[in-house]
């Protein structure tokens, strides 16, 4: 299957750093990748959709300014963490699409924001 | 109302037992459907997909009920690796991305 991995694993950062995910795409070509947030005990919840070459698009409610989305080639998006805060702290996962809608996972960012 | 619910249980069963998942999408457009499995503190991992006729892998199988709108997932046999929560998800058919929704998640737990 395809593999999609994310750096870094954990984070922990002080309140009002910026911290930056990276998430990449290894045997494939990523034209649209997907990044979520999970809380303890919830479900994934998308933050946001990104396209490479073109502006993320973001969920109802997700800060565009504060989560800052790049995608500037087919196997590598970011994420960054502007002024994080410890509200700000839980699991990151990107994911990339390949046919039919199925979802490839990265392994995900623990951020812990003290 | 959720786009997709799930009884988040937990649902404890002993080893070798057969245990039904189920679970209801909003949604009647949705055309692709999922189980996932996610580990504690990992990423989701894809354990199938659902298909209208239904569909078997092993110990595990999926059936999905259109005019209800409500998927299952079967599990025989159980192993205690089995052990993990289990996610519906449906896509989304406003998006033309590939977006998708995530249920809460059934844990599950098998016993020795």
């Known amino acids: 299957g395809a593999v999609v991995s994310q750096h870094p694993s954990r984070v922990i950062c002080k309140s009002g750093t910026s911290v930056k995910i990276e998430c990449r795409s290894l045997?494939?070509?990523?034209?649209?990748m997907f990044w979520y947030r999970q809380f303890p005990k919830q479900s994934l919840m998308l933050m946001a959709t990104?396209?490479?070459?073109?502006?993320?698009?973001?969920e109802q409610g997700v800060e565009k300014d504060k989560f800052l989305i790049n995608h500037a080639s087919l196997t590598l998006s970011t994420l960054t963490v502007t002024s994080a805060h410890p509200e700000d702290s839980s699991f990151y996962i990107c994911s990339a699409s390949l046919v039919d809608n199925e979802q490839f996972f990265g392994p995900g960012t623990r951020l812990t924001v003290l | 109302r959720k786009e997709v619910e799930q009884d988040p249980g937990p649902f404890n069963v002993p080893e070798g037992a057969t245990v039904a998942f189920n679970c209801t999408y909003s949604n009647s457009a949705s055309q692709s459907f999922f189980w996932y499995r996610q580990d504690c503190r990992k990423e989701p991992k894809l354990l199938m997909s659902?298909?209208?006729s239904g569909n078997e892998d092993g110990r595990f199988t999926a059936q999905l009920n259109r005019a209800s709108q409500y998927i299952s997932l079967l599990i025989r046999d159980s192993k205690l690796s089995d052990s993990a929560t289990y996610l519906c998800v449906v896509n989304s058919p406003s998006s033309n991305t590939g977006k998708l929704i995530f249920g809460q998640g059934t844990t599950l737990q098998v016993k020795p």
């Open positions: 045997d494939f070509q990523a034209t649209t």
């Open positions: 659902v298909y209208s």
């Open positions: 990104s396209n490479e070459g073109s502006k993320a698009t973001y």
